[in-house]
């Protein structure tokens, strides 16, 4: 109970110097696509392709028909959505 707790704690003083003090993702990879039956990471878990930022190492979905990357939780969403309509 007291770990959970202190872990929360933590991750939100995490989160919150992040905001203030963290990268600011300005200088990406090049995009890469995972093909086959190799392990893809989470980030390209949404479209197959990611790229990451060259100063912190974070990975961010990669959209190729807009040549964006996907970083708010609503372009998810978004995306998620178009991408059903053209399954159905």
Known sequence: MISKLRD???GFIAKLLDAFFGCRHSHYSFPVTI???????????????????LDCGKEFPYDWQEMAVITSPERHRE??????????
């Open 79 to 88: 995306h998620l959505a178009e991408l059903a309509k053209h399954a159905a």
């Open 8 to 10: 929360t704690f933590f």
């Open 35 to 53: 093909r086959g039956k190799a392990r893809r990471p989470q980030a390209a878990s949404l479209t197959g392709t990611y790229v990451a930022c």
